[in-house]
């Protein structure tokens, strides 16, 4: 009867194990999937390495695989790609001092049309 229960326990304890190391791969998956859709490729530059089918995006997509599958974080991969290949390879780049005109840009020219417009509208 001992053996019965102790069989029982085990096969409980390797489902719950079974089961954990499923959501574990599913989560990968699921940051594999993100990170691949978020990734432009350096060759087409309008498809991401999911899309493409590029040497370099299959080789991207390889890349980010290996590093999902060591257990890196959406911040480490997106870091080690934009320092590998620039911001341009993020289809959202980060801000900082280095893209501020990126950001920046669109806003300054609205308002420096904006301030013509309204100067000229003014003077007539």
Not at 17 to 42: F, H, P, S, V, W
Not at 66 to 83: F, L
Request: aromatic share 14%; proline share 3%.
């Amino acid at each position: 009867m001992k053996v019965i229960k102790d069989f029982i326990y085990a096969g409980i304890l390797i489902s719950i194990i079974q089961i954990g190391a499923l959501a574990d791969a599913k989560k990968d998956d699921i940051l594999y999937n993100q990170m691949i859709t978020e990734i432009r490729c350096m060759v087409c530059q309008n498809q991401n390495i999911a899309e493409s089918e590029a040497p370099l995006a299959i080789d991207l997509r390889n890349k980010v695989r290996e590093m999902v599958d060591e257990g890196k974080d959406e911040d480490y991969i997106k870091g080690y790609m934009s320092e590998r290949y620039s911001d341009f390879i993020l289809y959202e780049p980060s801000f900082s001092p280095r893209n501020l005109i990126l950001w920046l840009g669109p806003f300054l020219f609205l308002f420096i049309i904006s301030y013509y417009f309204f100067r000229r509208s003014l003077k007539k």
